[in-house]
T-cell receptor
Framework: GQNIDQPTEMTATEGAIVQINCTYQTSGFNGLFWYQQHAGEAPTFLSYNVLDGLEEKGRFSSFLSRSKGYSYLLLKELQMKDSASYLCAVRGNTPLVFGKGTRLSVIA | GAVVSQHPSWVICKSGTSVKIECRSLDFQATTMFWYRQFPKQSLMLMATSNEGSKATYEQGVEKDKFLINHASLTLSTLTVTSAHPEDSSFYIC??????????????FGPGTRLTVT
């Protein structure tokens, strides 16, 4: 079976750094994705990891440890517009399977 | 990046009627498209995988006779919700996987269709 866990909600302050964790158990592994989704909109692609390590892309970084079945998304210099749901998704031997998402609220 | 469009963006229909949702890849060819459903405050749930020129593969628990999927061309897949009921009210999102010439690991999402069945 496949299982993806991430925290339901997080709150952080504008300008701060926040780390959103994701653990997964899948049949096979062909990459881990992070998506951002604002309410009522479709997800937008943020990052992709298939090898262990850190991928940095501007204010967003994503880390993967395949042996631990663990990833995190790091958001720096938080802005109010970063308030959204962040979805961890894993491609095993099937199409993308999504976690339930972490709703991030950025406060002033 | 690749663009996926959906039409309509929202639809309200009466119980018992059928609704068709179109998903188009605008600047690339997609041999595989995926249909997801998302209920409020829940994550995306894969409904089916649509392959051009062949029958769709449905996930467990998804009625293939109720959710008809047609992928007649490399740029168009349609989802028809037949005999819709209020419990079918949801946000339906399609995505397309890029084929040769681009990074094949990415799925691009359409903007979604909000279906409300009254």
């Amino acid at each position: 079976g496949q299982n993806i866990d991430q925290p339901t909600e997080m709150t952080a302050t504008e300008g701060a750094i926040v780390q959103i964790n994701c653990t997964y158990q899948t049949s096979g592994f062909n990459g881990l994705f992070w998506y951002q989704q604002h309410a009522g909109e479709a997800p937008t692609f943020l990052s992709y990891n298939v090898l262990d390590g850190l991928e940095e892309k501007g204010r967003f970084s994503s880390f993967l440890s395949r042996s631990k079945g663990y990833s995190y998304l790091l958001l720096k210099e938080l802005q109010m517009k970063d308030s959204a749901s962040y979805l961890c998704a894993v491609r095993g031997n099937t199409p993308l399977v999504f976690g339930k998402g972490t709703r991030l609220s950025v406060i002033a | 990046g690749a663009v996926v469009s959906q039409h309509p963006s929202w639809v309200i229909c009466k119980s018992g009627t059928s609704v068709k949702i179109e998903c188009r890849s605008l600047d690339f060819q997609a041999t595989t498209m995926f249909w997801y459903r998302q209920f409020p405050k829940q994550s995306l749930m894969l409904m089916a995988t649509s392959n051009e020129g062949s029958k769709a593969t449905y996930e467990q628990g998804v009625e293939k006779d109720k959710f008809l999927i047609n992928h007649a061309s490399l740029t168009l897949s349609t989802l028809t919700v037949t005999s819709a009921h209020p419990e079918d009210s949801s946000f339906y999102i399609c995505s397309a996987r890029v084929t040769s010439g681009r990074a094949v690991y990415e799925q691009y999402f359409g903007p979604g269709t909000r279906l409300t069945v009254t």
